[in-house]
Every structure is written in C-alpha cells, then in structure tokens.
C-alpha cells in the first residue's frame, strides 16, 4: 500500500474510533496534516477549541505562533508535517489522562511508521514525556526548561532519528518572553534540516 492509502486508512480509523471517551465530545477528530514525505514531525498535545471545529492542527492563536516559528526558518506548513498525541478534543482544554494516551497513540506511531521523519519535534509536555518514552529516552527526561532546543539522537530499526523538544507555542500567547527561546529553539531545526 502507498503512504497515501496507508494514512488514509489511519484517518477513516480515527473518524470512527471510540477507543475512548472522547468521541462523545468531539465535533471532528483532528487526525493531522502536511507532508508524507516530510523530514519534521512536529507532535503537539491535543486539539483545542478551533482545531476540533475545523478538523485540522493548530489553527487557533497556538497556531499561528507556530506559523511565524515555521516562517523564522523559511518553512512552509506542507513541507512538514503536524500531529497530536489525542486526536480528539479534551473538554475544556483540559489536560489528556494517562487512559486517553494509551489509547489514542497507536495513531501517532503509525503515522510516525509511515512519514518515517529524521527529526521529530515535540510541542509541550504531553508530547515530549510519550516521545522519551517511545524512543528510550526516558533516562533523559527533564523538565522543559532544561532540555529545549538540545537534539537526542535515537537509533530505531529504520534508522537513525533526532529528537527535539521545544516549548509549546502557546506558551508564546500567554508570555511573549518564550517567543525569543522558540524562535531560537527553531534556529536549532533549521540547522539539522
Ligand atoms: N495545541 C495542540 O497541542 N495541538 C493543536 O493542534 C492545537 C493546539
Ligand atoms: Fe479514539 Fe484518540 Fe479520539 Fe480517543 S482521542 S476517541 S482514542 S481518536
């Protein structure tokens, strides 16, 4: 099967899944969007409020920081591509449960399977604590305040890959101080492209 049919397969997967309680809530799974191809894998936490209305990643105020971060670097948002760890909207924002995770991920490794990236970013601390785990970096968990922008190099069976953990972009909205550590982090991208 070719990448396209694959990840199609993965999102009708994800339009009918109740493998947890989020379904109930959610207008539309949001499953991911980009490059098949993609070197860069950014992996974000979980749809908000305008994501899980649109069906698509990071279109709300995180979003657009993340476009300006990609733009500092001379990306384009289809030349990468960008997932979340829950597909499905947490109500109220709220933070994803250890049961949600569990249940939810298999989606992100097999988009990971398919897109087979060289570099993975994580967005926040969701996504930073199941990538560590995925990878066997769990020896070299910290807190994101000490470990953002340093690259951890992992061999897997399809090669070698990078893993990058940066801040998560809406804590740019919020305290525009961490706009200068993501512009920087991104700089830190950029050179491993
Ligand atoms: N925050 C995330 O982590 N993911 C999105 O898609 C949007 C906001
Ligand atoms: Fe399924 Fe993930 Fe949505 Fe839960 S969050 S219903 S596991 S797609």
Redesign the pocket.
């Known amino acids: 099967m070719g990448h396209e049919a694959e990840m199609e397969r993965i999102e009708e997967r994800?339009k009918t899944?109740?493998?947890?309680e989020?379904?109930k809530t959610?207008t539309n799974?949001v499953v991911g969007e980009g490059s098949l191809s993609a070197k860069i894998v950014f992996v974000g936490e979980a749809p908000g409020y305008y994501e899980d209305l649109k069906g698509e990643p990071f279109v709300g105020k995180a979003g657009k920081v993340l476009d300006e971060l990609l733009e500092s670097i001379g990306l384009q948002r289809n030349e990468v591509y960008i997932a979340n760890v829950?597909?499905?909207r947490p109500p109220d924002n709220r933070n994803p449960t250890t049961e949600?995770i569990r249940?939810?991920t298999l989606?992100l490794d097999a988009q990971l399977e398919i897109i087979q990236p060289e570099i993975i970013a994580t967005l926040g601390n969701f996504s930073l604590s199941y990538i560590f785990d995925k990878f066997g970096l769990h020896s070299k968990k910290d807190k994101i305040s000490k470990i953002h922008g340093k690259v951890f190099a992992v061999s897997t069976i399809s090669g070698n890959k990078k893993i990058v953990p940066l801040y998560h972009p809406a804590v740019a909205t919020y305290n525009p101080n961490m706009k200068g550590a993501l512009i920087e982090d991104f700089k830190v991208l950029a050179k491993l492209l």
């Open positions: 994800i899944c109740k493998r947890c989020l379904w959610r799974p829950l597909k499905c949600e249940a939810c989606y």
